[in-house]
């Protein structure tokens, strides 16, 4: 039994020697003869926050394939900040020292942002050639007056609002299908006929997605309006007045009060008010360029037709340009761990192949390198083209951005973009009765402009940037800041 257990151990302890020898030394020559290994090449990580498209395949696709090969070991991290709450996100973000790298910023905080150095001056970074791509309009808007000088953003795609309309309801209510309403009175007409017509079948003639106020009341009240030459905000004087939404906002309550306005507009999110108009419940809506997409998603199945928002009487049918958006500008985050990744990136999100695959989902009307130009570019998109900007279109210079810690009234950390929140539930109070309309729309303008007087009183706010004492609403861009003229000596 001894000599049994000595064999035992003998042949455990020649395996364990066999063992040491073989795996305790390389299995071939070190060819370095002695020199230190070369590390590894270090990925720099670029997060980014996207208002719109992260969800979008092809968006996805492009920024998997950028990161596996593009030569700087630059690996892009997208932020997921829900699309309702992104600006409130974000700003929190950017007081907390947290802020994305690069991230697309709403057109009215740009001035803000600025003021507070949370952006990268990129003027060091662009040349001339690469900067040409862009139209006059979009490189006179980035260099404006109000970005003291430097170049922090540049606008790449554009957002235009439109009136869609099903044209089998208007077939069945008896009205021209190939005949949009050019007028409020038209519009509030054809919406009771369609409406009357599909009663038993809950048809209705207009629809209203207030749930979305933003989407909704911004786009199809105060964007639309501008083609009647009507904006809340003054440029000549620098002062607010939304008197001018009145007929707007009484056409919409007497749909409501008609019974051809679709129910529930307070709760209705968008994309539950297209999918409506997709099933062909829906005679006619306002929708932005962005919101194409998702249309397209729940495949209409009648034939409907796109046309410019109607006009407060037919006399004032292009009294002023049709505005259209910037879609929110990407930047640069002036405290990126590397700026010159952040750079890169930032230049790869408005390169000519993303912006054109941008345009291939439609997802954006790029303004640069003629990309909408190109024929079939946009194959299978028939109505997409008829988002296109016209000669009737244009952006217009910012206006005051007001928040909360301007209202005497609200107590809050800053920033939030509240500024626009009791100006949206003022109209939702007006359609539904709750409030009289003139007096309602009077409040709210003396709000807004005591909240202007005391941003006057600060530092950073200079009334005089938002003052344009010759303004045009047929030619937005033309005219010079009391600011600009100030500075240039011409006052």
Known sequence: MKRLLFYLIAILGCGLAIYTFVYDRPLLPDLTQGEKALPEAQTTRVRVALSDWTEN??????????????????????????????????????????GPDVFSVDNAWLATYVNKGYLANLSADLDAGWLLRFPVWARKYAS?????????????????????YNKQLFRTAGLDPEQPPLTFAALEQAALQISRAGALVNKYGFALPAGDSRASLQAGLELSNTYSGYYLYDYRSGRYDLSVYAPWLQMVREMKQQGSLY??????????????????????????????????????????????????????RGAGALMMVPQAPLVVNSAAQSREAAVKVWRFLQSKEFLGMLYQQALALPVTDGIMDKPGAS?????????????????????????????????SMEPRYSGDGPRMQLYLRI??????????????????????????????????EYIYPQF????????????SRSDSGRE
């Not at 994309?271 to 006619?284: E, H, K, Y």
């Not at 008829?386 to 909360?404: C, G, H, R």
């Open 57 to 98: 395949l092809e968006v996805k696709n492009a920024i998997s394939h950028y990161n596996k090969t593009n030569p700087d070991q630059i690996e892009i991290v997208v932020m997921n900040l829900a699309t309702d709450a992104y600006d409130d996100t974000l700003n929190m973000l950017m007081t907390s020292g947290q």
């Open 144 to 164: 404006g007056p109000l970005f003291k000088g430097g170049i922090y953003f540049m606008p790449s795609s554009i957002d235009t609002v439109r009136l869609i």
């Open 263 to 316: 129910p529930g507009e307070t709760l209705l999110k968008l994309s539950s008010a297209l999918r409506q108009f997709a099933d062909g419940n829906i005679g006619m809506m306002y929708v932005t360029s962005k919101d194409y997409v998702k249309l397209q998603e729940y495949m209409p199945k009648d034939d409907w037709g796109v046309a410019l928002p109607p006009a407060a009487e037919l006399s004032r």
């Open 379 to 411: 194959r299978g998109l028939r109505h997409f083209r008829e988002f296109y900007p016209t000669a009737a279109e244009s952006i217009y210079p910012l206006s005051p951005q007001i928040m909360d810690q301007y209202d005497p009234n609200t107590v």
């Open 431 to 464: 359609i539904a009765g709750d409030i009289p309309l003139d007096q309602g729309l009077g409040s709210e303008s003396e709000r807004l402009n005591q909240m202007l007087d005391i941003a006057a009183t600060g530092y950073s706010f200079r009334r005089e």
């Open 472 to 483: 045009d609403p047929r030619a937005p861009l033309v005219g010079e800041s009391l600011q």
